[in-house]
């Protein structure tokens, strides 16, 4: 039999209450859709399960080296499930039981799922509760002072719990009522009770109502969904749904910033916070099709799910994620759910076990199941990422009229997403894959006149060397004729390199900088950006200036120029902080990335 089905059981931290959470994953390359079928093979699909199991064809976008394809889903188990029951999971077994009753953090009431088709062996095991529930014990107990209190603020809502946060700057205010966070606070919850009562002009308004699109404001009124109503994929449910996505992220950004605070001369300071847009910002959701068309209309290349016009103000959405592996499902398991008499909605709900094809139905509930998630992943990033971009310019923090270079515009950007495979909808924590990037940009820095130095790191991150190189791998493979193009996958590894490579750093330096208490010199570094000609042609030497300007790293014999020495000291710093910088839960991560 072939390993085609995962699941351990993870303890981690519930706003309430030590929460218990399942992760499951599926190799897709081991499932044989057509076996799914009524009627089908049986085994639940699984190869070696009856059928003929085709796997992922080597052309289909999704073919990997290595054979695997896996897909992901993290689940917070319910009490209901008792002690007796949960050490089922412990053994590896064979087939497990029928089902577990779960409560899922986005869907937020408990359901019956059947986790557990009989497919072959399932790996089950306990992993021990990550040490995120104890530093918020340790935290929370120790929070006696502003510092404290300041700190437990920023880990709730970074870790997905705003409501906790209220209650802690209140405690905050017996302690330290005049510091700037404190006042900040109070000064972003008093604008919020005056929500924007006018929309941003776009020049697609008109033109959108002609064609019949629906507009919906986001429930706290700082959105407008311009949309085209779908029964399947964007009914009123959905839109409402991202909508409040919308709004997380709206005070997600804002909170964060609020929080921020520095010494200077031992004295706290707050940053200057980012004004509340005066309009609602609009947001066109588009099927996949007009999506691309209209991107195609504007002379803009394809952008994944999401894309954002600065100057405009406008963002872009797909009403359907248009990565791989959704396209993947959406080809081969939406034509077998359909031939079974159940609703996509049925089978989130969950229902009896049917006598005929048993097994088959649990495997495709299963597989429907992982299927939302992964599509709720993918709709949440998009949205986090490109209403991050959109805040960025209508707050006024970058200007929309400046050429801004893309590391501060993707480093804030990845920093403020929320990112897939995610147990609860946190921000700004440490990323395992970008971590493991900048780890192997620190071992390659050794002694030697041929080896690169960590101020040349950074030299080619803050001129935005590493994105430019980045977006011109990418252009060059869009480019190729993918029947005559032989050394595709050679160039397909070399932009992915790249883009790795260049979103890693600027995650890592906001991420630093974040940490370190150092956002000011982020936010001089706007500042100065913001005072160049509009619309002027940014170059490297440019943006070189603007930061030596910002850090206080520029040489004194000549200001329009960064210290070599000063640059090397910073840079050090920042990347051997990043190289020792853990991810919160090893165990979670080892999940997801056995190999590494």
Same mark, same amino acid.
């Given at each position: ?37 009524? #009627? ?21 976008? $999704? ?28 053994? +590896? ?74 209650? !802690? ?113 609009? +947001? ?48 081969? $398991? ?18 009896? !076990? ?25 709709? !949440? ?46 921000? #700004? ?123 206080? $790293? ?43």
């Amino acid at each position: 039999m072939y390993r085609v089905f995962s699941l351990a059981l993870l303890l981690c931290f519930s706003p309430f209450a030590l929460a218990q959470y399942g992760l499951v994953k599926i190799d897709l390359n081991q499932v044989n859709f057509g076996d799914l079928a009524p #009627g089908g093979g049986g085994g639940g699909g699984a190869k070696g399960g009856g059928g003929k199991a085709p796997g992922i064809k080597q052309n289909d976008p $999704l073919a990997q080296t290595d054979g695997a394809v896996w897909i992901y889903g993290f689940f917070e188990l319910s009490a209901a499930n008792s002690k007796k029951e949960l050490e089922k999971f412990q053994p +590896v077994v064979k087939g497990g039981p029928s089902f577990v009753q779960i409560t899922h953090r986005r869907w937020g009431r408990e359901r019956n799922y059947f986790l557990f088709p009989a497919i072959g062996s399932i790996e089950s095991r306990y992993i021990p509760k990550p040490k995120i529930l104890d530093d918020f014990r340790e935290q929370n107990g120790a929070a006696k002072e502003p510092d404290g209190y300041l700190r437990l603020a920023l880990w709730c809502l970074t870790h997905g719990l705003p409501d906790k946060i209220d209650g !802690t700057m209140g405690l905050m205010k017996k302690a330290g009522a005049d510091r700037p966070a404190y006042v900040n606070y109070n000064r972003f919850k008093a604008e919020l009770k005056k929500p924007p009562t006018a929309d941003l002009p776009i020049y697609e308004a008109a033109e959108l109502k002609e064609q019949g699109y629906r507009t919906m404001d986001s429930p706290e009124g700082h959105f407008r969904v311009y949309f085209k109503a779908d029964k399947e994929n964007l009914n009123d449910a959905a839109v409402k749904w991202r909508l409040s996505r919308m709004d997380e992220t709206f005070n997600n950004f804002y909170l964060w910033f609020a929080f921020q605070e520095y010494l200077q001369d031992g004295v706290h300071k707050g940053l200057p916070n980012p004004p509340l847009p005066a309009y609602r910002l609009p +947001v066109i959701v588009e099927n996949p099709k007009d999506f691309a068309k209209r991107l195609k209309d504007w002379g803009i290349p394809p952008q994944g799910d999401g894309f954002t016009l600065r100057q405009e103000g406008l963002v872009m959405l797909t009403s359907r994620p248009t990565g791989d592996i959704c396209q993947y499902l959406e080809r081969n $398991l939406n034509p077998v759910r359909g031939r079974y008499p159940y609703s996509v909605e049925e089978y989130l709900k969950g229902f009896p !076990t049917p006598e005929k094809d048993g097994e088959n139905v649990k495997m495709v509930q299963t597989l429907t199941i992982l299927q939302k998630i992964v599509e709720d992943d993918a709709l !949440t990033l998009a949205i986090n990422q490109e209403c991050t971009r959109q805040l960025l310019s209508a707050s006024g923090f970058v200007s929309r009229n400046v050429a801004a270079p893309e590391w501060i515009q993707r480093g804030l950007v990845s920093y403020f997403e929320t990112p897939p495979n995610s147990l609860y909808p946190g921000f #700004g924590l440490p990323r395992g894959s970008y971590l493991e990037a900048i780890r192997n940009v620190h071992k390659t820095l050794k002694p030697g006149k041929n080896s690169p130095r960590s101020g040349d790191i950074l030299l080619n991150l803050v001129s935005d060397n590493y994105f430019r190189q980045a977006a011109s791998d990418l252009r060059l493979l869009r480019e190729l004729d993918l029947k005559k193009a032989l050394d595709r996958k050679g160039l397909q590894e070399k932009a992915k390199e790249s883009h790795d490579l260049a979103q890693a750093t600027a995650w890592s330096l906001v991420y630093y900088l974040a940490v370190q208490r150092k956002m000011h010199y982020l936010t001089r570094y706007a500042e100065q950006l913001n005072r160049l000609p509009r619309h002027a042609i940014v170059t490297p030497q440019t943006l070189q200036y603007c930061f030596a300007q910002a850090f206080d $790293l520029a040489d004194v014999t000549d200001p329009t120029r960064l210290d070599n020495h000063k640059m090397q000291a910073f840079a050090e710093h920042w990347l051997s902080y990043m190289a020792n910088v853990q991810v919160e839960s090893p165990e979670l991560e080892a999940f997801i990335n056995p190999a590494k």
